[in-house]
């Protein structure tokens, strides 16, 4: 079992930037592909970037050229690269790894998450 941690969010202006990092222990996940989730008050979770081992991404056209998500398998992490943040982007973030291959925007291909950290984007 994969236990996946992500780093504390923040609050940042419109316009800045911030970087997420998400930390994995337990089994290797060097074969797992890996995507950033988020989520905002009365909203469904929905897709943000997904990565795989090998280092193909596949990105939510919301955030497509502003967000990068990247991964460094020797040493489990997972980091999302988001500039040019817009208000519409506060959400809490989460971290979550899939068993099955090929980059996949849905949730239920992701089989382990991490706990959620919360972006806040003030206007």
């Known amino acids: 079992q994969v236990q996946l941690v992500e780093s504390v969010g923040g609050l940042v202006q419109a316009g800045g930037s911030l970087r997420l990092s998400c930390a994995a222990s337990?089994?290797?996940?060097?074969?797992?592909?890996m995507g950033w989730f988020r989520q905002s008050p009365g909203k469904e979770r929905e897709f943000v970037a997904a990565?795989?081992?090998?280092?193909?991404?596949y990105y939510a056209a919301s955030v497509k050229g502003r967000f990068t998500i990247s991964r460094v398998n020797a040493k489990y992490t997972v980091d999302l690269q988001m500039n040019s943040l817009k208000p519409d982007d506060t959400a809490v973030y989460y971290c979550a790894g899939s068993v099955i291959p090929g980059l996949s925007t849905k949730q239920r291909d992701y089989s382990y998450w991490g706990q959620g950290t919360q972006v806040t984007v003030s206007a």
């Open positions: 337990g089994r290797t996940f060097s074969t797992d592909a």
């Open positions: 990565i795989a081992w090998s280092g193909g991404s």
